[in-house]
């Protein structure tokens, strides 16, 4: 019987690992459920039950004996290559291929995995965005420069605000109030012509597109919560950087 | 016309990737981010020069945009979200957003009113173009089913 319970007990951390993992990077709510409920079933616990909001996971298992654990989601970001490993893992799980305990040394392994791509990288990345979405909202080729310079601006200085104060209102807030800034002295040094584009664009990297997406897709899912609640994070977002903008076109 | 169609093609598909990157896609998927990005762009593009109404021109890009990853998750057995997430971005509708924002900051109430319903209205573009494929998806999965069990 204690053979059993401790075997359920890491059956319940191995999923909740999992969950944990997804939802932090920002996977869509079923699909974080889903997860684990095959993971739970392949180790043969086959009632099981999740219910998760963005900030928490409560996961319950009812045989042999009922056990609910409840797990807490503070600080979530975009991570699509966790979510892609996770997904590999339980996949390797559901057909037999790793037991218990290797299945939770790969889920620590990928949980503690450092961002593949460095945040130099991430930067020039926004900067070249921004100078591409200029082009595609038919702005002219003369203010690709300024507006990747305004964009790369901007990205820094939301990820530098995020590390120095961990309110993400703020940190996108002033983004935006750089880009605005950066935009509107470029306009008037003569180096940008197009104002109105050179700020679009350059906005868009702050822009919260997987929040919109995920919220839409946990609605009709029927996961209500979940989607309501990211909605309104993604309408704090744009929030955030709407007042940015609006602080530097009021002067 | 062709230069135009041809500097839209490579911006998009770069600026899909980019953002790809930015989200921390796996390197073997940013190809495939940046060709969903593009096709639905592309489409977007072409409808807004065919006189089309920007909000059914959100709608068929988005659809597209989802129906390519779907494709692509079930291909390269990868969650769906790493493909479709870039290429909806551009879709996003920043810059009727941000005209909003300038009349509500020139104090132009009534126009900034009418901008913020066609915002909202492109953002539910998204959502339509989103729901109708994975409906499409459901029904396909269905059909495929019922139709290696009749066998």
Redesign the interface.
């Known amino acids: 019987m204690n053979d059993l319970l401790k075997r359920e007990h890491d059956i319940i951390k191995v999923c909740l690992l999992a969950g944990k993992i997804m939802l932090q990077s ?3 709510t079923y ?1 974080v459920e889903d997860t684990m409920m095959r993971i739970a079933a392949a180790y043969g616990v086959e009632n099981s039950h999740s219910y998760m909001t963005p900030t928490g996971i409560i996961f319950s298992v009812e045989e042999p004996q009922h056990i609910t654990r409840l797990i807490r989601i503070s600080d979530r970001t ?7 490993q996770v ?2 893992v339980s ?1 390797r799980v559901s057909i037999g291929e790793l037991t218990i305990e290797e299945a939770r040394t790969a889920l620590e392994k990928i949980e503690h995995e450092p ?3 460095p945040t130099w ?2 930067i020039l ?2 900067a ?2 921004s100078g ?2 200029l ?3 038919r702005g002219i080729w003369p203010d690709f420069i300024p507006a990747a310079i305004a964009g790369g601006l901007g990205f820094s200085c939301f990820v530098f605000m995020h590390r120095v104060i961990p309110v993400r209102f703020f940190a996108e807030f002033s983004g935006a109030l750089l880009i605005g800034i950066a935009s509107v002295w470029m306009v008037r040094y003569g180096f940008g012509h197009q104002l ?1 584009m050179i ?2 664009s350059s ?3 702050l ?1 919260p ?2 929040l ?3 919220a ?2 946990d609605l ?1 899912a029927g996961h209500l919560i979940s989607g309501l609640s990211k909605g309104a994070e993604a309408f704090v977002t ?1 929030f955030a950087i ?1 007042a940015g ?2 602080f530097t ?2 002067f | 016309m062709a230069a135009f169609y041809i ?2 093609l490579i ?2 598909f ?2 899909s990737a ?10 073997k ?1 940013l190809l495939q981010c940046g060709f969903a990005g593009m096709v639905g ?1 592309l489409l977007y ?1 072409m409808l807004q020069d065919m006189m089309v109404q920007p909000v059914t021109a959100t709608v068929v890009a988005a659809f597209c945009v989802t129906m390519i990853s779907h494709f692509f998750a079930k291909k390269y ?3 769906i ?2 493909f ?3 290429g ?3 879709l ?1 509708p ?2 009727v ?3 909003a ?2 009349h ?3 104090n132009q109430f009534d126009q900034a009113v009418q901008l913020g319903a066609q915002a909202f209205m492109i ?1 539910g573009a ?2 339509l173009g ?2 109708l494929s ?1 409906v499409i998806n459901q029904v396909i999965r269905k059909w495929s089913i019922s139709r290696s069990i009749s066998r």
């Open positions: 920002g996977a869509e699909r975009t991570n699509l290559y966790k979510i892609d997904n590999s996949r961002a593949i791509y990288l991430l990345l926004s070249v965005a591409c979405f082009i595609m909202f109105d700020i679009i906005v868009m990297p822009v597109g997987l919109i997406t995920n839409i897709r009709m744009s709407g903008i609006a076109l009021s | 500097q839209q911006t998009s770069i600026a980019a953002f790809g990157m930015m989200f921390n896609a796996p390197k998927a762009w593009i057995k990868t969650p979200i790493v479709s997430v870039s909806i971005i551009p996003v920043g810059g957003a941000y005209n924002l300038r509500v900051a020139q953002s998204i959502a989103l729901l994975e």
